[in-house]
């Protein structure tokens, strides 16, 4: 019987093993439906810290690429992985061929470090290091921000937010954001579980570049809004317990005051549910619809 469970542990170590070096390895191909392939690489280093590492997507046997997709993934600014969205990111692959996808993780918050502007920061770097990864590919280097719960809300302010440092800025052609809060100074938004977390690790006021603008507008990416902000598309779950429907009515009013270019949708459910099988496919082709509207309305 010894003898018997030595062998099933060592095979499942074996196998183990196997995953293991499958998962870490630095390039991959996957194959996906109607002859899609992907080249992988995991894990790539944007920084010096542990947690500054994404996994690149990049279409095979394309002569050009039209954009790129950076995911950032949700958890409550403390907590989450980018393995959380891989499910996700492999049915957008299947919508999108022509388009590489970059996972990323980011430095997380806790009792001792601040979400601000680490978190921003950490996605100006990896779309710096996307840009030299993929110099030398025949392709459109306009970024398309995706990010569900608080990778959503790094999304928008990010892609809104004039004060800080970002150098790529710029080159956000459009946001999808899924369930991110809009406005932290909703008073529905108070009802979070971890908003006295949020209130006290959300920005690191010692930081120089944050001492022109009150600290309660800082992290709300609805002050940030103007003429030029990039096209954004929103998904809220109408029995969302965690971020408010009020959130969706407050973007919607900011991006159309300011005559952006932008659409919002309702899914039935949860915070969670926006990728279940019931929803996900109807978030992926509005995505798709959005981003040829956005494309078409740049040629006119």
């Known amino acids: 019987m010894g003898f018997v469970i030595f ?26 439906d109607n002859n899609i392939s ?42 989450g992985d ?20 970059a996972n990323i993780n980011y430095r997380l918050a806790d009792n001792t470090s601040f979400i601000l502007p680490n978190q921003t920061n950490d996605i100006d770097n990896s779309l710096g290091f996307l840009v030299k990864r993929l110099s030398k590919i025949k392709l459109n280097s306009q970024f398309i921000l995706l990010g569900n719960s608080a990778g959503a809300h790094l999304s928008l302010l990010y892609g809104y937010n004039r004060l800080f440092n970002n150098t790529y800025r710029a080159k956000v052609k459009t946001i999808v954001n899924i369930v991110g809060p809009a406005d932290l100074r909703d008073p529905n ?36 809004i103007n003429e030029t902000s990039p096209p954004t598309i929103s998904f809220y779950g109408n029995r969302d317990q965690v971020i408010p429907l009020s959130q969706k009515k407050i973007l919607d009013s900011v991006l159309n005051t300011n005559n952006v270019y932008n659409r919002s949708y309702e899914f039935s459910g949860g915070h969670l549910d926006w990728s279940n099988e019931r929803n996900a496919p109807f978030v992926i082709n509005s995505i798709y619809k959005f981003l040829k509207q956005v494309d078409k309305n740049k040629t006119l």
Do not use: R
């Open 38 to 79: 992907f080249t992988v690489q995991k894990n790539l280093s944007y920084g010096n810290d542990p947690a500054q590492k994404l996994d690149l997507y990049i279409p095979k046997n394309k002569d050009s690429i039209k954009g790129i997709f950076v995911l950032i993934h949700g958890g409550g600014w403390k907590a």
């Open 82 to 101: 980018k393995s959380n969205l891989n499910y996700f990111a492999l049915s957008m692959m299947e919508k999108f061929p022509d388009y590489a996808f």
């Open 189 to 224: 938004f108070a009802n979070y579980t971890d908003y006295s977390f949020v209130q006290q690790h959300m920005i690191d006021i010692t930081k120089p570049t944050l001492t022109d603008v009150t600290n309660l507008d800082i992290p709300n990416p609805v002050f940030w």
């Open 7 to 32: 062998i099933i542990m060592k095979n499942y170590l074996l196998l183990s093993f196997l995953i293991l070096i499958l998962f870490n390895c630095k390039e991959k191909t996957i194959n996906l």
